[in-house]
């Protein structure tokens, strides 16, 4: 239930993102705010969340294919709701957002000047 205390600590968030760029562990920690399952599902509840809002991007994508109209709107919303769920993993896996974005950039970045960016496989 969200009560006077999240209103206010809400509010003083929209303040910080209007005076600067919102960054990765800044919407870590206000996404934290709002994470209200239980502590014996972590991890899983957001692995779960995760696949769920992927697959809404990719039915928003296919009704782009069917109608013809691309809802740019609504598959922002469903790659925020994916961010939230990465963000809430990352916390119950104790990996601070930031971490996770500059690792898999190294990673990406280490393939890119193997010449390994194409192919399969993690161990690349
Ligand atoms: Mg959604």
Request: aromatic content about 14%; proline content about 0%.
């Given at each position: 239930m969200i009560n006077e205390t999240d209103l206010e600590a809400?509010?003083?968030?929209q303040e910080?993102?209007?005076s600067k760029p919102l960054d990765l562990n800044s919407y870590q920690k206000?996404?934290?705010?709002?994470?209200?399952y239980s502590t014996k599902h972590a991890v899983l509840y957001p692995a779960l969340g995760l696949a769920g809002e992927a697959g809404e991007v990719a039915n928003k994508?296919?009704?782009?294919m069917r109608d013809g109209e691309f809802d740019k709107e609504?598959?922002?919303q469903e790659l925020g709701d994916c961010l939230w769920y990465i963000a809430a993993m990352s916390?119950?896996?104790n990996v601070s957002m930031a971490d996770l974005a500059m690792s898999n950039l190294e990673k990406?970045?280490?393939r890119k000047s193997r010449g390994t960016l194409k192919g399969n496989?993690?161990?690349r």
């Open positions: 809400f509010g003083y968030w910080q993102w209007k206000a996404a934290e705010r709002t994470a209200i994508v296919k009704k782009m609504g598959v922002k916390r119950d896996l990406l970045l280490d496989g993690d161990k």
